[in-house]
C-alpha cells in the first residue's frame, strides 16, 4: 500500500488534498507537513513513496527541499505543485529530478492522473507544459532567460533575487563562499547582468519570487 506526504504551508490546501487522496483504496496513508524542516523531518522518520511539494515553502524553498529528497531519499518520487505559472518554474523542477510539475488550480482529475502516474513511476506533465517543451525544441527565441542556468545556478539565483547575501546562501547551501560567490559571477554572466538588483528585478517581473 502507498504512502503519501503532502508538504504545504497552506492548512486548507493540505486539508483538501487529505481528503481527497484517502478516497483512494491503493493508498494506505497520507501524512502532512508545513515547513521544509518538517518535510525533512518526516522523511527522515519513515518511508513515504510520493511527497506532493509546495515550491513555495516559509522556511526553505521548494527547491533546496527537492534537492534534498532526491540526494538522502531517492525511492520518495516527487510531484511539485506550484501557484506559479508553469514557463516559470516547470524546467527547473523537472531538471533537478522531480517526477512532475502541475499548478495548484488543475482540476481534481488532473491531480489524481499525475499521482497515479508518478506512483508507477511515469513522469507526468500536463499537456500545456507539453506542448511548452515541444516548442523550445523548435526555437530558444521565446525561453525566458532563465531556462539557461544550471539547476544550481537557479537555485542560488532565487535566493540572491530575495535578498540573501554570498554568506547566508554559503550557510544554507552547505557550500563554501568562495562557489556561491563563483555561481553568482556565471548567473550574472548568462543573464548579462549587472548586479543583484538586475536579479531581484528579472525575479519580480517574472514570477519567480520565492
Not at 556565471?186 to 528585478?201: P, Q, W
Amino acid at each position: 500500500m502507498v504512502r503519501v506526504l503532502i508538504a504545504d504551508d497552506h492548512a486548507l490546501i493540505r486539508t483538501g488534498l487529505m481528503q481527497l487522496l484517502q478516497e483512494d483504496r491503493s493508498i494506505r496513508e497520507v501524512g502532512e507537513a508545513a515547513t521544509g524542516e518538517q518535510t525533512l523531518d518526516k522523511l527522515r522518520e519513515s518511508r513515504w513513496d510520493l511527497l506532493l511539494l509546495d515550491i513555495n515553502m516559509p522556511d526553505r524553498s521548494g527547491l533546496d527541499i527537492l534537492k534534498h529528497v532526491r540526494s538522502g531519499f531517492p525511492d520518495t518520487r516527487v510531484l511539485v505543485l506550484s501557484g506559479y505559472p508553469e514557463r516559470q518554474y516547470a524546467r527547473n523542477v523537472l531538471r533537478a529530478g522531480a517526477s512532475g510539475y502541475l499548478a495548484k488550480d488543475a482540476a481534481t482529475e488532473e491531480l489524481l492522473r499525475a499521482v497515479r502516474m508518478v506512483l508507477q513511476g511515469r513522469r507526468y506533465v500536463s499537456a500545456s507544459l507539453a506542448e511548452l517543451l515541444v516548442n523550445d525544441l523548435d526555437t530558444d527565441a521565446n525561453q525566458p532567460i532563465h531556462s539557461q542556468l544550471s539547476e544550481r545556478e537557479f537555485q542560488i539565483f532565487c535566493k540572491i533575487a530575495v535578498g540573501k547575501s554570498v554568506s547566508d546562501i554559503a550557510e544554507e547551501l552547505c557550500l563554501s563562499v568562495k562557489t556561491v560567490s563563483t555561481y553568482r559571477s556565471r548567473v550574472l554572466e548568462k543573464m548579462s547582468f549587472a548586479n543583484n538588483a538586475d536579479i531581484t528585478s528579472y525575479a519580480l517581473r517574472n514570477g519567480l519570487m520565492q
